[in-house]
């Protein structure tokens, strides 16, 4: 499993990583992660900043109808989800947000 992996063996997603930062400085700072358990992933991660996810949406040329939706915690959260390859790494951008209940004006039910 991982125990035998060494940090050289996560060099194509550290390199991606690089990449993004020289190309893309200008653009919203996501949750970085990379781990031994997907040793070719990036993960790009937007807590409460979708449009932070959408900018880096179309940096990385990911279509929109290619974003998968889904709610968590009993529909309070939402969560937007898209992969791409991107010089030889895989790129997960996740984006989550609060689902803000309606406000009921006027006492109605």
Known sequence: ?????????LAVPLRVLRL???DFGHLPAPSVRVSTIYPDQLELTFYDDLPGFEVWREALGIAP?????REQSDGQTRVLRATVGYEGAVVLLTGYADIVAPVLVGGAA
């Open 20 to 22: 993004l930062a020289m």
């Open 1 to 9: 499993m991982s125990d035998a992996l060494t940090l050289n063996d």
């Open 65 to 69: 109808d290619a974003v998968t939706y």
